[in-house]
T-cell receptor
Framework: NAGVTQTPKFRVLKTGQSMTLLCAQD?????MYWYRQDPGMGLRLIHY???????AKGEVPDGYNVSRLKKQNFLLGLESAAPSQTSVYFC??????????????FGPGTRLTVT | GENVEQHPSTLSVQEGDSAVIKCTYSDSASNYFPWYKQELGKRPQLIID?????GEKKDQRIAVTLNKTAKHFSLHITETQPEDSAVYFC???????????FGKGTKLSVIP
């Protein structure tokens, strides 16, 4: 049981390049989330999904797109990377919605640098 | 939307002493309050949580208290050990929400 995995672990992009971060979970969770973590800023929600085929905007969605074509996968895309998107990205999943009190299981993170 | 303030941002304690981290939230409809611990270079992991119908919850050396009237909740760690050194995040979620709102984190250093 791998839990939540993320690919890649590290990536360096040049400004304007695009990339996709992959999150996979094997716990059959309905809810999946993408966060970014910056020093002193905590965890900020980018986008989330409440089930296969659904996506919704979080606190900081600009510059990112997501897709949830399969229940176990949640993809985060950067169409035209900017230095402001340099961050550590965490994916998480849970079997209940936030307010229902379910633990969010986090992936190991992806460290992205945009030069 | 929900806003969660966390204090202090850094905290240093001597091994064996207690540590307290406080959070306030803005939405009176919030009903779930988890705490996550993130060790250096690792992923956040849930250490304890509390729901709005409970005032206090304990798990060995850690406890969380909730004051709904004042809209704040606190993490208490007793008999701190070096392995407690990490960044701690509080979070809150209100009824009907699919998401958690996190505080900005507290870096706890336990000095041997």
């Amino acid at each position: 049981n791998a839990g939540v995995t993320q690919t890649p672990k590290f990536r360096v992009l040049k400004t304007g390049q695009s990339m996709t971060l992959l999150c996979a979970q094997d716990m059959n969770h309905e809810y999946m989330y993408w966060y970014r973590q910056d020093p002193g800023m905590g965890l900020r929600l980018i986008h989330y999904s409440v089930g296969e085929g659904t996506t919704a905007k979080g606190e900081v969605p600009d510059g990112y797109n997501v897709s949830r074509l399969k229940k176990q996968n949640f993809l985060l895309g950067l169409e035209s990377a900017a230095p402001s998107q340099t961050s550590v990205y965490f994916c998480a999943s849970s079997n209940l919605a936030g307010a229902q009190g379910s633990e969010q299981y986090f992936g190991p993170g992806t460290r992205l640098t945009v030069t | 939307g929900e806003n969660v303030e966390q204090h202090p941002s850094t905290l240093s304690v001597q091994e064996g002493d207690s540590a307290v981290i406080k959070c306030t939230y803005s939405d009176s409809a919030s009903n779930y309050f988890p705490w996550y611990k993130q060790e250096l270079g690792k992923r956040p992991q849930l250490i304890i949580d509390i729901r709005s119908n409970v005032g206090e919850k304990k798990d060995q050396r850690i406890a969380v208290t909730l004051n709904k009237t004042a809209k704040h909740f606190s993490l208490h760690i007793t008999e701190t050990q070096p392995e407690d050194s990490a960044v701690y995040f509080c979070a809150a979620s209100f009824t009907g929400s699919y998401q958690l709102t996190f505080g900005k984190g507290t870096k706890l250093s336990v000095i041997p």
